[in-house]
């Protein structure tokens, strides 16, 4: 039986006949059975820290942990912490074991490993549908649509056109546009980089997968938002703050999500993120995920390590 499936509002990235397939479900999220319960994942965008992407380590990890599952049973919540940094010169192995398999919610753990070590664990819970007339959730902001917004490209085009952009953004910006993302991102309220000033802890940005997923199972789609959740999420913390401290590292420690609706991730999901807090060379960023119906489809909460030193200032360059 295959999950209920969200409503269709038009928004998606194309038909199959027009669109290609989406690298997220062809490559990334393709994992390859190597036993019962245990899998290798290979790497597609690898960021410029040289270190594997969080959020492709959830995604393919989700993965694992569904294939060991019935088809009459959705994920609701999982729970990870990233205990070593990833090697992307290597494989990833997902060791899966059944932990529990009840008649309304099953658990699974998935260990992923690289050089004998674990470096990211999982707990992934799935549930039976259950109607419940116990039903509330809070109001989707309100924001222009992504229609009306530039994407990723041609904000960042746009920012390279002007004259008077220092060095230092332009060299940054280049090596931005030549990354292949996989997912397409329209920032609600880009920033200004002429007259940069620091910003309140929130951000929102309208997101979907690149190229066309479908319909299908509502899993994959929760797949492809576990991966989608970690771009750009962390940084969240650092908007207060990013322009008199210069980081020296950030990393993720744990990342939670929690499944309400079902949803597409090849349509433009509203990803709303803010930041409560931040101390102790950490910082608590919490996400949620709206369709473009005002459904409440996801939320997230990730607290990460940011190291910075100050900022050197231009007048001193």
């Given at each position: 039986?295959?999950?209920?499936?969200?409503p269709?509002?038009?928004q998606?990235?194309?038909?199959?006949?027009?669109?290609?397939?989406?690298?997220l479900?062809?490559?990334?999220?393709?994992?390859e059975?190597l036993?019962?319960?245990?899998f290798r994942?290979?790497?597609?965008?690898?960021?410029?820290?040289?270190?594997?992407?969080?959020?492709?380590?959830?995604?393919?990890?989700?993965?694992?942990a569904?294939?060991?599952?019935?088809?009459?049973?959705h994920?609701?919540?999982?729970?990870?912490?990233?205990?070593r940094?990833?090697?992307?010169k290597v494989?990833v192995?997902?060791?899966?074991?059944?932990?529990?398999?009840?008649?309304s919610?099953?658990?699974?753990?998935?260990k992923?490993?690289?050089?004998?070590k674990?470096?990211?664990?999982c707990?992934?819970s799935?549930q039976?549908a259950q109607?419940?007339p116990v039903?509330?959730?809070?109001?989707?902001?309100?924001?222009?649509?992504?229609?009306?917004?530039l994407?990723?490209?041609?904000l960042?085009?746009?920012?390279?056109r002007?004259?008077?952009?220092?060095?230092?953004?332009?060299?940054?910006?280049?090596?931005?546009a030549?990354q292949?993302?996989?997912?397409?991102?329209?920032?609600?309220?880009?920033?200004?980089l002429?007259?940069?000033?620091n910003?309140?802890?929130?951000?929102?940005?309208?997101?979907?997968?690149?190229g066309h997923?479908?319909?299908?199972?509502?899993?994959?789609?929760?797949?492809?938002?576990?991966y989608?959740?970690?771009?750009?999420?962390?940084g969240?913390a650092?908007?207060?703050?990013?322009?008199?401290?210069?980081v020296?590292?950030?990393?993720?420690?744990?990342?939670?999500?929690?499944?309400?609706a079902?949803?597409?991730?090849?349509?433009?999901?509203?990803?709303e993120c803010?930041?409560?807090?931040?101390?102790?060379?950490?910082?608590?960023?919490?996400?949620?995920?709206?369709?473009?119906?005002?459904?409440l489809?996801?939320s997230?909460?990730?607290?990460?390590?940011?190291?910075?030193?100050?900022?050197?200032?231009?007048?001193?360059?």
């Amino acid at each position: 039986m295959t999950s209920p499936q969200a409503p269709e509002d038009g928004q998606g990235s194309g038909d199959p006949s027009g669109d290609l397939r989406s690298v997220l479900v062809t490559s990334v999220l393709n994992l390859e059975p190597l036993d019962e319960d245990l899998f290798r994942g290979r790497h597609y965008w690898i960021p410029t820290t040289q270190r594997l992407f969080g959020g492709q380590i959830v995604g393919q990890a989700l993965v694992a942990a569904a294939k060991s599952v019935s088809e009459d049973v959705h994920v609701h919540s999982l729970h990870c912490y990233f205990v070593r940094a990833g090697d992307p010169k290597v494989p990833v192995l997902y060791q899966v074991e059944r932990t529990r398999t009840g008649t309304s919610f099953s658990v699974r753990s998935v260990k992923a490993v690289q050089h004998g070590k674990p470096i990211f664990v999982c707990q992934a819970s799935f549930q039976q549908a259950q109607p419940s007339p116990v039903q509330h959730q809070c109001s989707m902001p309100a924001v222009p649509p992504p229609e009306e917004l530039l994407d990723h490209e041609a904000l960042i085009a746009q920012y390279l056109r002007d004259p008077n952009l220092h060095e230092k953004y332009r060299v940054g910006l280049n090596r931005i546009a030549a990354q292949e993302v996989p997912i397409e991102i329209k920032m609600v309220n880009p920033p200004t980089l002429n007259k940069l000033q620091n910003r309140e802890p929130n951000q929102m940005f309208w997101v979907r997968a690149r190229g066309h997923i479908g319909e299908g199972d509502i899993k994959m789609h929760c797949c492809v938002a576990a991966y989608i959740s970690d771009y750009a999420f962390l940084g969240t913390a650092l908007l207060p703050h990013h322009y008199q401290h210069k980081v020296c590292f950030m990393a993720s420690l744990d990342h939670s999500m929690w499944f309400h609706a079902p949803f597409r991730a090849d349509h433009w999901m509203l990803y709303e993120c803010k930041s409560p807090w931040a101390g102790g060379s950490r910082a608590l960023v919490h996400g949620q995920l709206w369709r473009r119906d005002g459904v409440l489809a996801v939320s997230c909460s990730q607290e990460g390590v940011i190291r910075v030193k100050p900022r050197v200032s231009e007048s001193k360059l």
